[in-house]
C-alpha cells in the first residue's frame, strides 16, 4: 500500500494513547505559563512586578520563558490537527458528512471561547481555533507536500514580519512608558480582586490586544501547527512512533541542540518585550517542542515509564474541560471572587502551584473516566458537533448500562 493510499484509509478503532499523554504534557505546559498572567496583570502589560524582584524571582520568569514560553502552544496547536483527521475518520466511520459536522465544532468551540474569555480568562485560545479552524478545514484535501510547503512559508513569512518590525518600527510609539505600563499593571491587578462586573470588564478590555495577537502570531503559528498535525495523522506517525528509537534519539539531538539556546536567547533578551526575542523564538520554538516530544515518547515506551502515559493520557482525553477547569482554577484562586490572591505569588511560587492544580486535575481526570465517556466540555462540544445527543451502544444496551468505555475510538478524541 502506498503512503498516499494509507493517508486516506479511516484509521482503525482503538484509541492512540501516546497523542492523549501528549495532549495532557502540552496543557501542564500551557498552564506554568498562562498562570503567571492570571495571577498578576504584570506579565501583560510586559513588565515585572517590583515586588518580586529577587534572584529567585528573576530565575523562575527566566525557565519559563526559555522551556515553556510558545513551546507548549505548538505542540497543542499540532495535535489540533492530528485529532483533526481523527474527526475526518470518525465521520467516514459514521457514514456523516464532514464538512458540515466540523464547521458546527468550529462554531461550538468559538462560542465555548468567547464564554471562556468573558467569564475565566482574557488569554483564550479557542476562538482563535475555532476561525482558524475554517483556514485548514478548506484546506483539508490538499496534497501533504502543498501542507509542508504551506506551513514553511507560514512560519517564514511571520519570521520575516517580525525582523522587519523588530528593524524598523518603533515600539515606543504604540507601547506606555515602563512606568506607565507599571502603573497600568497595577491598577489592572487590583482589578482583579473587585466583582465578578469588575473581572468581566478586565477580560473585555484586552479584547483588542487578544485579537492583535492572534492575527500576528497566534493564528499563523496555529494553521502552521494544524497542517503538520494533519500530515503526521495522515501517515500514522504515532502508530509506531514509539518503536523509532534511532528517530527519537535524532529528533532530541537536534531539537535541544537548536531549541535550547533559542530558548535562552528569548529569555536573555526579554521575551516577549522584544521583538527580536520573538523572531529567534519563533524559529527555534519548534526544534525545542519536538524535543519535547521525542523525549515524552521514549520516557512513556521504556518499561520504567509507562505510568508516565498513564497518568498523562486521561488529561489529554479530556483535554477541553481541563483547559477550562484551569481557567477556573485561576478564578478561584487569584480574583476577588474566589480567594484573592492576585498580585501575592512570587514566580516561583506560581510554578509550584501549576504544578499542583495539574496533578489534581490528573487524578480528577482518572476518577472521571471511570464513571463517563466525555468530559463534560467535550459532551456539550460532540452534542453540538453532531447535532445530536451521544447515545449508548448495543451491547451497553443488553447489559443496562452507560457506555463508558475504558477505551474510545481516535475520532472522539
Sequence with gaps: MNRRTAAQEPMKTGRVHDVDALRGFALLGIFVVNITFMASAYPGNLVHDPSFSTPIDAAARFLVAALFSMKFYLLFSFLFGYSFVL????????????????????????????????????????????????????????????????????YGFVTLSLVISAAFLDRSMFMPSHDEALLGAAAQTQALLGSLADIVGQHVAGLDLLVIQAVSLQGPTALAMFLLGMVAARRRVFSELGNQATLLRRT?????????????????????????????????????????????????HAPWGTWVRTALAPVGRIALTNYLGQSLAGIVLFTGIGLGLAGQMSPPV???????????????????????????????????????RPGRTLADTARGVDAHPQRTPPGEQ
Design 350 to 388: 506560581l510554578m509550584v502551584l501549576a504544578v499542583a492544580v495539574f496533578a489534581v486535575q490528573t487524578l480528577i481526570s482518572a476518577w472521571w473516566l471511570k464513571r463517563h465517556r466525555y468530559g463534560p466540555a467535550e459532551y456539550v462540544l460532540r452534542c453540538f458537533t453532531n447535532w445530536s
Design 252 to 300: 532530541q539531538a537536534i531539537g535541544f541542540a537548536v531549541g535550547l539556546p533559542g530558548g535562552v536567547l528569548f529569555a536573555v533578551m526579554g521575551g516577549d518585550t522584544n521583538t527580536w526575542a520573538t523572531a529567534a523564538s519563533v524559529v527555534t520554538a519548534p526544534f525545542l517542542t519536538a524535543a519535547y516530544v521525542a523525549t515524552l515518547i521514549r520516557i512513556m
Design 87 to 154: 474527526q475526518m475518520d470518525a465521520a467516514k466511520r459514521a457514514g456523516a458528512a464532514f464538512v458540515p459536522r466540523m464547521l458546527r465544532r468550529a462554531v461550538g468551540l468559538f462560542v465555548i471561547g468567547v464564554g471562556h474569555i468573558v467569564l475565566l480568562y482574557g488569554g483564550d485560545v479557542l476562538t482563535t481555533y475555532a476561525v482558524v479552524c475554517l483556514v485548514l478545514l478548506a484546506m483539508h484535501q490538499v496534497r501533504d507536500r502543498t501542507a509542508l510547503l504551506t506551513t514553511g512559508i507560514i
